[in-house]
């Protein structure tokens, strides 16, 4: 007696998406920085200026662990910018 052809096909989907979920992959998750300072300053100070945000956001990492400080970057960052006037001004070697 043979078995219903839907029957051998369903399993291949179920054992398909078992070995998917065995294989370890983690969604990567995006972090939200908000800028608090219109300071232009690099600083352990619990405050998050626009620099700090954004080199959080590019280094995955946070500068400061303070509190107030900006939120490390995870991914594809999103950086919050509240109304206000930043002036920057090029940074320089020495």
């Known amino acids: ?29 995006a972090a939200s920085i908000t800028v608090d300072s219109t300071a232009d300053i690099v600083a352990d100070d619990g ?25 490390a970057g995870s991914g594809e960052d999103a950086i919050t910018i509240p109304a206000g006037t930043y002036t920057s001004t090029p940074e320089t070697d020495n």
Not at 47 to 71: K, Q, Y
């Open 1 to 29: 007696m043979r078995r219903p052809a839907f029957r051998r096909v369903t399993w291949l989907p179920l054992v398909l998406l078992l070995l998917l979920s065995l294989t370890g992959v983690q969604p990567a998750y």
């Open 47 to 71: 405050a998050c200026s626009l620099r700090e945000a954004i080199s959080n956001a590019n280094t995955d990492s946070a500068m400061f662990s303070s509190t107030g400080e900006c939120a």
